[in-house]
């Protein structure tokens, strides 16, 4: 292999929008608040999809593919339903929402700031619309992609 030494090369795409390293909460009981690091990343190529990866301080990591739109509109209003929802929390200190995720492997609710996460949002809608999102998607691709479900990262 040979490495691209041009300085005119294009930006890659996933360059347009960093991935976004959120520090969340999950509730392991009603009380019990563990912190651990979530990756939000996005990909033009899939915009419809946003997937997450929860960073575990120990033990791989859980990835899990959320609908772009899943997301945006649990930042203010109740969003999904089967394995992932989304609400606003009360109103209270900090702005943040649930984010519920289930499976026949798992069953974890976390405490996700809103400001952060809505920003990042923004930024990949001006990339590409919500209107814009579903053109030219791979069908096929895209299928496949959202019913593998959760998976284990790899380290």
């Given amino acids: 292999m040979h490495r691209d030494q041009s300085p005119l090369r294009a930006r890659s795409a996933p360059e ?10 999950q ?9 651990i690091t979530a990756a939000f990343r996005f990909d033009p190529d899939m915009p419809a999809l946003i ?3 929860f960073v575990a301080e120990r033990g ?3 990835v899990w593919r959320i609908g772009r739109e ?3 509109r649990g930042l203010t209003a109740m969003s999904g339903c089967g394995d992932v929802r989304m609400w606003p929390m009360a ?6 929402s649930w984010l519920l995720l289930e499976s026949q492997e798992v069953e974890a609710l976390f405490e996700v700031p809103i400001p952060p996460l809505a920003l990042w949002l923004d930024t990949t809608y001006r990339i590409i619309s919500a209107e ?3 053109t030219g998607l791979d069908w096929d691709a895209f299928l496949r992609d959202l019913l593998d479900g959760p998976e284990a990262a790899a380290d």
């Fill in 16 to 25: 347009l929008v960093p991935s976004l390293y959120l520090p969340v909460d």
């Fill in 70 to 72: 899943l997301l945006h």
């Fill in 132 to 134: 814009a999102e579903m």
């Fill in 91 to 96: 109103p209270g200190e900090r702005p943040s």
């Fill in 51 to 53: 997937t997450v990866e």
């Fill in 27 to 35: 509730m392991l009981d009603e009380f019990t608040r563990q912190p």
């Fill in 60 to 62: 791989p990591g859980l």
